[in-house]
């Protein structure tokens, strides 16, 4: 393996701009051998190698059998998002900075990393004194730090070109009350409100990720993504998002891959001089290297930049993973005042303190209905994301918001005009951030329909049909059936059994039937045509 390098030797008394006007040309290429380093710079090569090694390949099982399980002839994005996602999972749960209060701000895992890679690089030293430089081993360091950059940051950026991780605001959000959301809620429907700026987001970080992939637009990609991520962490922090370690993660990264090049960028802006990089790249004379080169890095762009993009367009345009993918009654949707309500046969007068009678109700144009009312319910701190297979599971409509906004998915049965109504929000025992967790069962999908008997009748059950095919056929894929049925548990949920009726055209929807806790319940809904200072969004997920 031979070495080809890039130098020049400038006239010292002739800056950069002089240099050009009078036509001096520095040598293009010459050899350089490799020199050796500074005692302090093969010390910290040796942590910084087995450190960022650590950060940058996948240490969680799960991950390696999620890509020997994957469908490609039948992908959903998510095979393909986990695979660019992921971030070091030694021995602390949280170091995605997900959620709970995980250690040392999410950051512990980093800690365990360094903590190895000092060792690593302590007995490194003491075996190798004689080695006078590693420009090999930092050559392929960077590329495995460039590719993880790379491929993490394509997949975080395409939830922003198709915008779905921050969706536009329901109608129920648009009506509910701005004191009662979390710093992290209100930032989140900030740029949901714009979704053409999700998108230009969403690009640079794409645009960063593509550049890492190729040796000579490094710098570029790495200093684009550090500017960009750098801006994620401060607002994660700033707002409480939840994503400050990931988003850290990357700008370690960025900052890594621009190390190289800070001696040449104080030659060419403070010094003002002539600067060519001195870089090591080895030349691969074999042909199978150089095959296998071009194999993998073709591999990587076509896997990552083009069946992602054909994934992730399949998931925004028929199944938003923040937002359920059913349609809605169509009759139905609309925001509603409460104009009278009955429980248990006695008629409660509108009160804004009432903690039983309801406020207002939403409902939307997917398989959510809201109603407002002046009782708590379990605060769900978690970004929003949920479960990106079942509908019932997707609760961004919940999560950051206190008040008394409940959020229900419903199935319907159109024969019988009857709504089975299931709160988004699990009254189980409380699991990270607030949400509930429950124990899976042995025979998750059979458990779930025992849960189901007696509340949802076998003939209604057959008439609503299973949510696993009640999307476009175009989306269906194999990750999509065997997630429904592995979340198909039985849960501890509030659910409602109501009737509905339209009069007046549709204005007034009377509602019958019984609440969660098994309550008589006779609500009249007006709907009210609100006009909203915010313009409808022309970017919008799914087809309703």
């Known amino acids: 393996m031979s070495v080809t390098s890039f130098t020049a030797q400038p006239r010292p008394d002739v800056p950069l701009a002089t240099a050009g006007r009078s036509g001096y040309a520095p040598p293009i290429k010459t050899a350089l051998a490799r020199r050796p380093w500074q005692p302090w710079q093969r010390v910290l090569f040796r942590v910084a190698f087995p450190f960022f090694i650590l950060l940058s390949l996948p240490s969680d099982l799960g991950w390696y059998k999620n890509l020997l399980t994957i469908d490609w002839l039948h992908g959903h994005y998510r095979d393909v998002y986990d695979i660019a996602r992921f971030s070091p999972s030694f021995f602390l749960r949280g170091g995605g900075g997900e959620g709970g209060a995980p250690a040392l701000l999410g950051y512990g895992n980093w800690f365990i990393a360094l903590g190895v890679a ?4 302590l007995v490194w030293t003491l075996l190798s004194r004689k080695q006078q430089e590693y420009e090999v081993l930092y050559y392929w360091l960077r590329v495995i730090v460039r590719f993880r950059a790379g491929i993490g940051i394509i997949g975080f950026g395409f939830t922003k070109v198709f915008p779905t991780q921050m969706p536009y605001p329901s109608i129920g959000l648009l009506n509910s009350d701005f004191g009662d959301m979390t710093a992290q809620k209100i930032f989140w429907l900030q740029i949901g409100i714009v979704p053409w700026y999700q998108v230009f987001t969403g690009v640079v970080e794409l645009l960063a990720g593509t550049l890492l992939f190729f040796r000579r637009t490094t710098f570029l990609g790495a200093a684009l993504l550090l500017g960009a991520l750098g801006d994620i962490v401060f607002v994660n922090f700033a707002y409480d998002g939840g994503v400050h370690v990931y988003s850290s993660y990357f700008v370690l990264l960025a900052a890594f891959l621009l190390v190289q090049d800070v001696p040449n960028l104080y030659n060419l802006l403070i010094r003002e001089q002539y ?3 001195q870089h090591y790249y080895p030349q691969f004379r074999a042909a199978w290297l150089r095959f296998t080169r071009l194999g993998l890095k073709v591999a990587t762009i076509g896997i990552f930049l083009v069946y992602l993009t054909y994934l992730e367009y399949l998931n925004f345009t028929y199944d938003p993973y923040k937002q359920p993918a059913q349609k809605g009654i169509t009759e139905l949707r609309g925001f509603y005042n409460v104009t009278e309500f009955q429980l248990n046969g006695r008629v409660l007068p509108y009160s804004p ?10 409902f939307e144009k997917w398989t ?4 407002k009312v002046n009782r708590p319910h379990k605060l769900d701190l978690s970004n929003g994301g949920g479960s990106p297979m079942r509908d019932i599971n997707r609760t961004f409509e919940t999560t950051g918001l206190a008040g008394g906004q409940r959020v229900f ?3 319907a049965d159109p024969q019988t005009h009857t709504l089975y109504l299931q709160s988004k929000v699990l009254t189980g025992k409380e699991g990270r951030r607030g949400q509930a967790r429950e124990k899976p069962g042995a025979n998750s999908s059979a458990q779930y329909q025992a849960s189901l008997a007696g509340w949802i009748p076998a003939a209604a059950q057959a008439r609503i049909g299973d949510e696993t095919y009640k999307i476009n056929p175009a989306a269906l894929s194999t990750r999509r059936e065997r997630g429904i ?3 198909q548990k039985p849960e501890q949920r509030d659910r409602m059994t109501l009737t509905y009726h339209t009069t007046d055209g549709g204005r007034r929807v009377v509602l019958r039937g019984l609440n969660e806790r098994k309550d008589s319940l006779y609500v009249v809904l007006t709907r009210v045509d609100h006009k909203y200072t915010l313009s409808e ?3 919008s997920a799914g087809q309703y």
């Open 485 to 487: 049925k592995t979340e």
């Open 537 to 539: 969004s022309t970017l």
């Open 353 to 362: 303190l009432d903690s039983m009678r309801w406020q207002q109700a939403t």
């Open 409 to 411: 998915y419903y199935d």
């Open 275 to 277: 600067t060519v990089p």
């Open 368 to 371: 959510s209905f809201t109603y």
């Open 118 to 121: 000092l060792l690593i690089g």
